[in-house]
């Protein structure tokens, strides 16, 4: 069969406060951040939505629009060995593939009609970040999940840090600002091959934070505004 070369354009960009790659869940579904799902002019009909709302979740096939690379490597490291150890690509979920397309699983919350956007899916969980173009967007069905499915090397324990609230540098974040950053912090940010007790930082919506990881737990150490 003749190789055929096939062009696709995004049909939404999803929006919300990962504008850091740092920070970044590893897996979908982990954390209740909420993401906002906005179809580009093209596709902003409401049609396209109609029985959305019938599914608790959804397929997000999305583009790696962070990763610039020319060519590609049939194997990869994995941050959950280590990054010291090669697998096939196609073993992995790395973003350096052939084509760097991204599948996610979201949960729907819900459709919301807009005067400037049209109908935009609100949607938790996403593993995407800020800005992120998205090629597809599929129901997900309970055949979908798999009984007796094994993870192989990225099997996880699902164990989450313990997050301190007592630093001064929380006082500077609104309650709902203390929940979404705490729901970053305790997934553990840092790259999976590094578990140390040195200063971190990332941007997360409009702050950079610093933070560092002791005994399990994770203290604020300063958060600045991103404009200073």
Known sequence: MDSQLLTIEPIAIIHNQYTDRFAIPRQSGST????????????RDENSLRHIEEFS???????FSEIHQE???PTVRPPKLGGNKRVGVFASRSPYRPNALGLSH?????VRKTKEDGAVLLVEGGDLMDKTPIF?????????AVQGAKGGYAVDANTFLKVDFEGQAWENLSPEERQRLASVLREDPRPGYQNDERRYAFFFDRYEVFFQIKDGTVYLDEIKNAAD
């Open 32 to 43: 209740d951040l909420l993401s906002v799902v906005v179809f580009l002019p093209k596709y």
């Open 57 to 63: 979740h959804l397929w997000l096939i999305w583009h």
């Open 71 to 73: 060519g590609w490597s």
């Open 106 to 110: 979201v949960k729907l919350i819900g």
């Open 136 to 144: 597809d967007i599929k129901p997900y069905l309970k055949s979908d």
